[in-house]
Each structure stands twice: as C-alpha cells, then as structure tokens.
C-alpha cells in the first residue's frame, strides 16, 4: 500500500526566502508523485508530476521537485518565494500504473511573510 | 477547454436528510474520482468511476454512493446524513492511466 508523509503541517518563510517543503512516500512499486496546490475556496491545481526519467521535475509558478530513490523523498522547492504562495499544497502518490487512486499527504500550509 | 465542474458549490442540509452532489469532468476524460476533504482527516477517497462502472472504492461506509452516466459525468449521494459528513467534497477527472487528476472546485457541504 502507498502511503505518503508531509513533514510540517505549517511553514513559514519571508518573500524571496527559499520554500522547501517534504515529502516522503511509501509504495511496493515504482511511483508516480505529485504535488498539488490549494487556494482557498478552491480546488487543488497540479503543479507538477514526476511518473519515470528525469529526477529533476519542473512545474508551473517557478516551483521544482527532485525524486530521490534511496530516501523515498520527493521534496518541494521554489527559489524565491512570493506572495501569492501562501496555500496548501499537498503531495500525492499512485502506483506507476496510474491506475488506482492517488494517496494525498495530510498537506502542508505555506504562510509567506512580508 | 472547460474544467471540471461541480455543482452545488455550498450546501447546508441537517442531520438525517440526504445530498446529492454533481460532477461534469473535462471532455473526454472517461474516469471520475470522488475525494472528501476535512481539517482532521485531509484528502480520502472515496470512490472512482470509469465508463459506467465503479472501479475504486475507499474505506467509507454504504451511506455514501455514486454513480456514473453514459456521457461521464457523476453523482455522489449521502444518505442519512451526520454531522461528520461536513466537509469539501471533490470531484476529478483523468485519463485512465495517466496518473493525475485534475479538480472541479468542491462542493461544500454542512450538516446542521
């Protein structure tokens, strides 16, 4: 069974601090990861996915995350953080055959400070 | 092209009554996932569809059920509802295969 783990239930950083947010998984069978976002009052939007090849997985708003093997992790990064970053964002698992449901981490709430 | 589209965005309803909440995913995704969102708990399953069928269940008791039509889109239902039922209710929709989802906004639903 898959299984996903988010350290840290609230982050905090300043604008223009690096954001890094975790992720470790669980599963029995080569992944697929994701991160999504989550406004208020919204749905959540992806913001990237890593299914096989490169390790190194770009999305959209500047955001990145690297799979790592070895550690189980899946760890999300942003350079410079913004404003408009502050939501939840949640990371999620699937077997690689994209097939069964996608097991979410109990999220992790960005606060960005001026 | 159109996201997915839940209606209604916000209900209120009290204990024991029942809900029914829609589901339009994007055109030409065949399968539809239902999620509930709460504080406590985060993101659960609860069941997915693909062409008519249920293809997935999560761990949620007979109260909650659902169904999907010929052209994709899905129903959820609660039956006797209870207060532990409050939550966001999300529906997605996919490739078969291919691993994401992509969200309609949530209906949001309060038992009184």
């Known amino acids: 069974a898959q299984s996903v783990t988010q350290l840290g239930s609230h982050v905090s950083v300043s604008e223009g601090a690096l954001v890094l947010l975790r992720c470790n998984y669980s599963s029995s069978v080569p992944p697929y990861l994701f991160w999504y976002v989550q406004y208020p009052n919204q749905g959540l939007q992806l913001l990237l996915k890593?299914?096989?090849?490169?390790?190194l997985v770009k999305g959209i708003n500047g955001f990145e995350a690297e799979f790592k093997k070895s550690e189980t992790s899946f760890h999300l990064t942003k350079p410079s953080a913004h404003m408009s970053d502050a939501a939840e964002y949640f990371c999620a698992v699937s077997p690689n055959s994209g097939n069964t449901p996608l097991v979410f981490g109990k999220g992790t709430r960005l606060s960005v400070i001026a | 092209k159109a996201g997915v589209t839940q209606t209604p965005r916000y209900l209120i309803k009290t204990r024991g009554q029942q809900v029914t909440l829609s589901c339009s995913p994007i055109s030409g995704h065949r399968s539809v996932s239902w999620y509930q969102q709460t504080p406590g708990q985060g993101l659960q399953f609860l069941f997915e569809y693909f062409s008519e069928t249920q293809r997935n269940k999560g761990n949620f008791p007979g109260r909650f059920s659902g169904r999907q039509f010929s052209n994709s889109r899905s129903e959820m239902n609660v039956s006797t509802l209870e207060l532990g039922d409050s939550a966001l209710y999300l529906c997605a929709s996919s490739f078969p295969g291919a691993g994401e989802l992509f969200f309609g906004e949530g209906s949001r639903l309060t038992v009184l």
């Open positions: 890593y299914t096989t090849g490169a390790t």
